[in-house]
């Protein structure tokens, strides 16, 4: 019905938060303007703009197939109240309900598993050197 | 189907982005994560399907099966939008720069 809606809330907070936390990396010289790091990824880890990136990205690439998805089935329309659910005082507490499982549950397994990736790739470019180091 | 579809565009995407590693010019990152978000959110879709006794994926009705294709395709081709969107407003090559300013 709207459960694509979490997910848009959490990417307009994690857009916000990534635009702060690459003023930040800038001023400490982690970063550069365009957002590529300039630390060394493998003493310093990845930088929280570029993992922020990630998880932006996949929120919104959600957010907007969902909401495709949900315009293909009539549950978002493009005028006023834009949601089929709110035409009908009954269907209200039905979307605000799937709004807080299944869109919550969409939100937290996105960032879950984001949240495992970052793991995974710091551990990854942290273990490259000594790899390398073993192979030459 | 849709879930079938976009895990099966992002792991193409993923695999294409390997190949074309370390270069990041064409964001094909971008596009792998935009499908994979998506799939993920229909797992979840998918799981409460199952919680309310349907299925996982739609197999039982033929019409509803192509329906879900049809918005699979419909779904990826607008990935790629968003994508193609994405890589001109952020011209990493700059291309638009270069032929805007000539």
Known sequence: ?136 | MTLVITILAAAIATAVWYAKAPSTDMRLGTLALIYWGAALMWCVDGINGLIEGEGFIEITDTAAMLDDAVLGVVVVAAGLVAWAIYLVAKDPKRVLRKSLVS
């Open chain 1, 1 to 136: 019905m709207a459960c694509f809606l979490v997910g848009g809330g959490e990417a307009i907070v994690v857009t916000a938060v990534r635009s702060a936390v690459k003023k930040n990396e800038i001023k400490k010289g982690v970063v550069d303007e365009s957002g590529h790091q300039l630390t060394d990824p493998a003493q310093d880890g990845i930088c929280w703009t570029r993992k922020l990136g990630w998880l932006m990205n996949m929120l919104w690439g959600g957010v907007i197939l969902l909401a495709i998805e949900h315009m293909w089935h009539g549950e978002v329309v493009p005028f006023p109240p834009f949601l089929t659910a709110m035409n009908d005082p009954a269907e209200i507490p039905v979307m605000l309900g799937e709004m807080g499982t299944v869109g919550v549950g969409m939100a937290v397994l996105v960032t879950v598993a984001w949240f495992v990736v970052t793991l995974v790739a710091d551990m990854a470019v942290k273990r490259q050197p000594e790899t390398a180091a073993k192979g030459a």
